[in-house]
């Protein structure tokens, strides 16, 4: 479903992303974790199609990033780690910005974002501007854009940052959802523990390059994932 094959990305005279090469299989909830300026950032915008890369190609359901961005990004969303929202739209208005945009019929996307504003106590906010939103509801906001158009991935930066533990919890059901249906689900976090029970793989990275990946049982053996990461990043 994704694959990733020698991605560089250049700033400079600095790889953040050197020669990366991954693979995620369908119906895999994959962990990406490193230290902060790792290149997990650079990696997920250079997925969605938001950075242009120096060499390499990164693959979606077969098409190519730089050969077929348009068709690429109609199977994905992109949850980033601080949502940019349209503020002066009300979150009702954003979310059929949203469908148009995927081209999602009335009654389908009236279905879908009365289903997950529900599971985030978001409905009654709806019609307020985004502007007067917390960020734990802008974050809420941008996790049900993402899932409204049922795409094949769905890349997150930091997704649970900002959320209460309900909404926590009701994100990773959804992530489960995704995934039994066939979806993939990469993301990046520093909540290792989190990862360590979600995730069935993880990769490490660190200065740009792969250091580990593999199931959590080859990635951290016989002890806890946050123990296998501090190992590998000395």
């Not at 190519?64 to 348009?70: A, F, G, I």
């Amino acid at each position: 479903m994704l694959k990733i094959e020698h991605l560089t990305k250049v700033y400079g005279d600095i790889k953040a992303v050197d020669d990366l090469s991954l693979t995620v299989e369908p119906g895999e909830i994959y962990g990406f974790i490193g230290h902060n300026g790792a290149g997990k950032t650079t990696t997920l915008k250079s997925i969605a199609g938001i950075l242009k890369f120096e060499s390499g190609d990164i693959f979606i359901d077969g098409e190519s990033v730089v050969k077929n961005p348009l068709s690429c990004k109609k199977k994905i969303a992109y949850i980033p780690d601080n949502p940019d929202l349209y503020e002066f739209m009300t979150g009702m208005e954003f979310l059929n910005f949203i469908a148009d945009v995927f081209e999602i019929p009335g009654d389908r996307r009236n279905a879908k974002i009365k289903e997950y504003a529900d599971v985030f106590e978001l409905t009654g906010d709806l019609a307020s501007p985004i502007s007067s939103y917390s960020h734990g509801m802008k974050q809420k906001l941008a996790i049900i854009s993402a899932f409204i158009h049922d795409p094949k991935l769905i890349i997150m930066d930091e997704p649970f940052v900002g959320l209460d533990p309900k909404a926590s919890h009701s994100l990773k059901e959804m992530m489960h959802g995704v995934c039994e249906a066939g979806g993939v689900i990469f993301f990046s976090t520093h909540v290792l523990d989190v990862a360590e029970k979600l995730c069935q793989k993880v990769a490490i990275i660190k200065n740009g390059k792969l250091i580990k990946s593999g199931t959590m049982e080859e990635v951290k053996g016989d002890e806890s994932l946050e123990s296998a990461f501090l190992e590998l990043e000395e």
